[in-house]
Structure formats: structure tokens, C-alpha cells
């Protein structure tokens, strides 16, 4: 099957400064990608959906200005934590599917973020 | 999306059939019953999906209910490796265009 990566699997970083996030879809083209975060003993919640050369989608509750998404290429989305703070601690994880109408999606091993 | 219901936990023996329950009593008409499992600590894995006739894959069998309002994953040989929460969802037709929304899942234990 297609396979999803994400990068860096985990990260340590200081309250305020900034993180980023890559997801690379290695095999195949997606022109849209979805960002999860997880915490801890909870479920998967969309947080967003990244659309390649276009403005990302957001959910309600999630700041866009704070998460910022960029889909510059049909392999890559990149999610920025910004100004980052212990309560943006998370588990957080992308997924794509092999076009629009594709039955399976495919999730990259998530990356464990803290904040310290 | 239509909401699904499923235990919060199971346990099992080890090289033993296992059957997962979900219901989804106001699923529509053009909703496909996915099932995932995420081990610990990393991204959900796609198991198998179907819309109306009963599917088999190299990981497992789900059986789909007549009227649709439920289904049963089915690992027909439980290794210590399947150990994960399954996550029953109902999307059009995979989610490549919304995303996926995910319940609190079942909690599978198994047991050597």
C-alpha cells in the first residue's frame, strides 16, 4: 500500500518557540492531507485539512494563526506549532488518501510533541 | 458524519477468534464501514472496509448486518501483535475529501 511519513517522530521544544512538522506522501500524489492531534487516552481529532497550492481548511476550535499549514507540493504538508505551550502537547498525525475517492486512508506514524 | 457505537474494551485469548462489534443505527445510504486499529504510540492502520456485502482481506473479515445498522470485525486468529484499538467509522467513500472522524473505539486485549 502507499505509504505516509512524518517527521520528526518525536520533538522536544521551549514554551514559545515554534515547531514544525512534515508529512510526505512517498509514493503517490495527494493533493489534500488531514492533520490529527491525539492526546493522551483520547481519540484522533481533525484538526485540519491541507490542500495543495490553496489555503488550508480548519476546524472549529483550532486556530488557524497558531497551526499553520503549508501544502507547497502534491508530497508534502507541513504543520507549524507556533508559539508553542505546554498545553500544545500532543500526539499529532497526518494522513492522505490516494486521491479524493480513494476507500483507504493512509496515516503517517505521528509525532509525539512536548512542550517544556 | 453518521455516528458509530462500539465497546469501550474486549479481551481474548491468544490464537483465538475474535468478533468486534459496531453499531451504526443512521448510517446512510452512501456510507462505507471502515475499520482501523492504531497500536500504541503510532498512526491508525487501515484493516478493511465494505458498503453492503461481506469482505475478506489478509487481516481480517467484516461482516456487515442486512439492514446495515451494524457490522463485526472479525480476526479469525488473534496473535499478541493485534493488541491495538479498532476504530469503526463510516465515511464516503474512504474520507479522502473530509477526513476521518474517529469514536473512542474498543480496546482490544489479548491475552497469551
Known amino acids: 500500500g502507499a505509504v505516509v511519513s512524518q517527521h520528526p517522530s518525536r520533538v522536544i521544544c521551549k514554551s514559545g518557540t515554534s515547531v514544525k512538522i512534515e508529512c510526505r506522501s512517498l509514493d503517490f500524489q495527494a493533493t489534500t492531507m488531514f492533520w490529527y492531534r491525539q492526546f493522551p487516552k483520547q481519540s484522533l481529532m481533525l484538526m485540519a485539512t491541507?490542500?495543495?497550492?490553496?489555503?488550508?481548511?480548519?476546524e472549529q476550535g483550532v486556530e488557524k494563526d497558531k497551526f499553520l499549514i503549508n501544502h507547497a507540493s502534491l508530497t508534502l504538508s507541513t504543520l507549524t506549532v507556533t508559539s508553542a505551550h505546554p498545553e500544545d502537547s500532543s500526539f499529532y498525525i497526518c494522513s492522505a488518501s490516494v486521491g479524493v475517492w480513494g476507500t483507504e486512508a493512509f496515516f503517517g506514524q505521528g509525532t509525539r510533541l512536548t512542550v517544556v | 458524519d453518521a455516528k458509530t457505537t462500539q465497546p469501550n474494551s474486549m479481551e481474548s485469548n491468544e490464537e483465538e477468534p475474535v468478533h468486534l462489534p459496531c453499531n451504526h443505527s443512521?448510517?446512510?445510504?452512501?456510507?462505507?464501514i471502515h475499520w482501523y486499529r492504531q497500536l500504541p504510540s503510532q498512526g491508525p492502520e487501515y484493516v478493511i472496509h465494505g458498503l453492503t456485502s461481506n469482505v475478506n482481506n489478509r487481516m481480517a473479515s467484516l461482516a456487515i448486518a442486512e439492514d446495515r445498522k451494524s457490522s463485526t470485525l472479525i480476526l479469525h486468529r488473534a496473535t499478541l501483535r493485534d493488541a491495538a484499538v479498532y476504530y469503526c467509522?463510516?465515511?464516503?467513500?474512504?474520507?479522502?475529501?473530509?477526513?476521518?472522524?474517529f469514536g473512542k473505539g474498543t480496546h482490544l486485549i489479548i491475552q497469551p
Open positions: 491541507s490542500n495543495e497550492g490553496s489555503k488550508a481548511t480548519y
Open positions: 467509522i463510516l465515511a464516503y467513500p474512504g474520507g479522502g475529501a473530509d477526513g476521518l472522524t
Open positions: 443512521t448510517i446512510s445510504g452512501t456510507d462505507y
